[in-house]
């Protein structure tokens, strides 16, 4: 019992450290690569708690198996009266079964993980197909810049200081378009009620909660958004502080029911607020995600009057969007901070990243589990072949006999090499019909993360069955092969 459990325990400690190895070199490069967008990636490691987890399951697991042959094995048993080759034989058949189990097992929860997988797979490609409301997000440089009212108190002054860096900047070597916003897309935004002179309008009752977003002219064709209906803001219209206002395209729908009836309507965000004149429809903005449905918005001027019980008031707190190849480049930057101290020196650029980023980020739960999916699907992909090509290769060593007297019968080596690639395939078979049943129960699990795909999406669960059926038909042929190679008057004259 104590040489057993030895061995066991050896065997486990050696595998969670070889384990752990292979952690760390898998964590490397998942920050390396940014697959997973996720914040602060670069500070996961591999710490004593992490150390101490995979210790302890080496030594768990090491004691749970190992116990399991000394109970089996390591006890006095009425066999052994009975002479060694009934002994052998009996225990050669028992041990072949849980070689047999145990591959079935594995390959049952390789289909499991792999069949979430895929279907995260579908779900990231399904999301990637959404128009999240912008474009070519990858030429999009973004920062934010604040104007505090101890710099400058004048609302006027402040909207004429933003205009006056964004000119500046559009003058840059490589700039399309520049425009300024309150916050940027899939970064939230202020949210309040909105009145509306409408049929579905609720006089009576507080309207429902829509989001707010402060923008300046230009700012739709800047980011790639599609006006549905009606025009944009003018720098006259801001200036003037006439009372005009955009709105989404859903919100349009829920109130006119047709986007193109929208235009000449009269919103405002209080009772005591002026109207203001819906002049333009803009296409919907995934604006909390683009696995979330896309909120209803409205899009007022940076400088307005009699807004919300202020006289005048003006967005200090602006982000910058700049439409440029050079996006993303340190050149630019610098440029832009010059750009920006050519107006006001005290003025520094904050949280500079391109829009991208953003739009990465909002996919960064839906990779990071797509990820972790792949790697454990992946790694029991790996332990079940395994376990198929030990089977079939001990199964091989044990019938060396067999197959002397077979080829010296006259059996086609074809034959004899369909056997044994027959018997990985069972035991594959097998394991992949226990696999999908436990993936239809368990993956209904997923449904919070899965979009526009079905938890028993048959494309996923038919490629995964056939993915396994080929790995498993090349796992059983190599040692199938050695089969092929017996010398017949070798393997009689051995035994």
Partial sequence: ARELLLESLLLGVAGGGLGLALAYGALRILAASGVAHLPRIHEISIDPVV?????????????????????????????????????????????????????????????????GSGLMIRTFQALRHIDPGFSRAEELETFHLSIPESQVSEPERVIRMEDEIRRKIASLAGVFTVAMTSDL???????????????????????????FKFVSPGYFSTIGARLIAGRDLTWAETYNQTPVALVSENMARELWQDPREAIGKRIRPTLKDDWREVIGVVADLRDQGVDQKA??????????????????????????VVRTPRAGSSALLQDLQKAAASVNSNLPLADVKTLESVYDRSLA?????????AIAGGVALLLGLIGIYGVISYSVSQRTREIGIRLALGAPLQNVTEMFVRHGLVLSGVGIAFGLTGALVLTRLMKSVLYDVSSSDPLTYVGVSTGLVLAATLASYLPARRATKVDPVEALRAE
């Fill in 185 to 211: 897309p899939m970064e939230g935004g202020s949210n309040d009620p909105v009145y509306a002179d409408a049929p579905t309008a609720q006089v009576s009752s507080v309207p429902p909660i829509r989001r």
């Fill in 365 to 373: 739960r839906t990779s990071f589990t797509l990820v972790l999916l």
């Fill in 51 to 115: 150390l101490a987890f995979t210790l302890g399951i080496s030594l768990l697991a090491s004691l749970l198996f190992g116990l399991i042959p000394v109970f089996k094995y390591a006890r006095p048993r009425l066999s052994n009266a009975l002479g060694s080759g009934g002994r052998s034989i009996s225990q050669s058949k028992e041990r072949h079964r849980a070689r047999s189990l145990l591959v079935i097992v594995q390959v049952a929860l390789a289909v499991v993980l792999l069949v």
């Fill in 295 to 320: 909120p209803a918005i409205v899009y007022w001027p940076l400088l307005q009057k009699n807004f919300e019980s202020s006289a005048t008031y003006v967005f200090r707190s602006v982000a910058f």
